[in-house]
Structures are given as C-alpha cells and as structure tokens.
C-alpha cells in the first residue's frame, strides 16, 4: 500500500517524559515534513528535509529534534514534554522534479496527549 | 509575509444548496493555491490545486489575483461532502504549505 505512515496513531505520556513519532513514505518522494494541528485545528509547518537535509525550521523549540535517517524516514523526537505540546502531528511527503515542487502527500497523524 | 486566512470556521448548508467556503490570502509574489480536504478520521488529502484548473468532486476554484482570493465552490452540496476545509498557500520556490484556519463545512440532509 504505498503511502505515508506514521506511528503510533496515538500517544498518551507524562509532562517531562521524552518520546519520539515516526514517519515512513514509499512515495519515492525525497522531501519530508512535519505540521503540527493544534487544538483549534490550526495546522503550522515545523520541520521539512529534502534528501536528509534539513531546509525548512519553523522557530520550534530545541526540545524538538527531526531525523532523516534516509530520505523515505522522518521522525520526531520531543524531549521534556509540555502539556502545550499535545497536538495531532502530521508527516507529509511530495517530491521535486525538475525544479517544480509536486503535490504534498500527508500521513494519518499522531495524536499526542500529555497530561 | 504569507498569510491565509478562512474567515467562516463553522459553515452550515442543506443538502443540494451551493456551497462557496471562501479563502484569502496574502502574499507579494505568484502564489500557489490549494484546497485540501479531511474527512472524519481520515488523513488529509488534496482536494485541487489552482494550477491544475480542474473539478474534483464537483468542487472547483479560481484563483483571483485582484481580490487575492481562491473561494471553493460546488453548485449543490453533497451529504458526504461534509469534512473539515484547509486553503493553503505555497510561495514561488518554497518547499512549506502555509495552511488556513480550516472551515469545518456540515451537510444538512
């Protein structure tokens, strides 16, 4: 099933705990990215790599950290979590060809819950 | 600066009435318009793109340049299109979607 992929479809923690998300495409696309929705369904950019190199960091704290192990994986590690931080975080996925950027492809999303 | 902006967050139609969810936006070069839709619990998807001049669903939209607008539109609403509506907006040769508030579009039967 090709597609993006993200785990876990859900994430409840502890304020303070570190935890990470996942996202996987098989897409073949070379650029990846990471929205966050908030409570009021209101979706912002954070993170986006293109071939594992970052190129887009929203002002988003240091508590968060991206990695692109390769170019179909993106993940998210957030260290000390705030009760702010619970959103539905979405990877998104599309690909440049020849100068002119395709359609993004978005991923289930990962609802975080801190409490 | 890139903004866009959806100023209905809540839009309420019977079924078979048209339906516009309207989007501005600002920005001082050539925009790239979308409209993507989230249906319950599903992930979001593209619904269409400015440059693409299609109709999807029986949605359409045009981009006006004067207004700085790109209004969805559909002649007579469908059950099944209720879902939650995000306008987004990409600047010439960037990589970042910078997406609207939403408007949460409900079907009446």
Redesign the interface.
């Known amino acids: 099933d090709t597609a993006?992929s993200q785990t876990p479809k859900y994430l409840v923690t502890q304020m303070g705990n570190d935890k990470s998300i996942k996202c996987e495409q098989n897409l073949g696309h070379d650029?990846m990215?990471w929205?966050k929705q908030d409570s009021?369904?209101?979706?912002?950019?954070m993170f986006?790599y293109?071939n594992k190199e970052l190129?887009?960091n929203?002002t988003v704290p240091n508590r968060f950290s991206p990695k692109s192990p390769d170019k179909a994986h993106l993940n998210l590690h957030i260290n000390s979590l705030e009760l702010g931080d619970s959103a539905v975080y979405?990877c998104?996925s599309?690909r440049e060809l020849a100068g002119v950027?395709g359609?993004?492809?978005?991923?289930?999303?990962t609802r975080l819950l801190v409490l | 600066a890139q903004r866009v902006t959806q100023p209905e967050k809540l839009l309420s139609v019977f079924k078979g009435a048209p339906v516009e969810l309207k989007c501005n936006y600002s920005y001082s070069g050539s925009p790239?318009l979308?409209w993507?839709v989230q249906y319950s619990r599903?992930?979001?998807?593209?619904l269409l793109?400015h440059i693409s001049r299609e109709s999807i669903k029986g949605f359409t939209a045009d981009l006006n340049k004067g207004e700085t607008s790109f209004h969805l539109k559909k002649p007579f609403a469908q059950e099944e299109d209720s879902a939650?509506y995000?306008c987004a907006l990409?600047g010439q040769g960037?990589?970042?979607?910078?997406?609207g508030?939403?408007t949460?579009l409900t079907i009446n039967p």
């Open positions: 993006v650029t990215y929205y009021k369904k209101f979706l912002k950019i986006s293109n190129i887009i929203e979405f998104a599309s950027l359609t993004q492809y978005f991923g289930p999303g | 790239e979308f993507y599903q992930r979001l998807q593209l793109r939650m995000y990409r960037a990589q970042k979607l910078v997406f508030q939403g949460r």
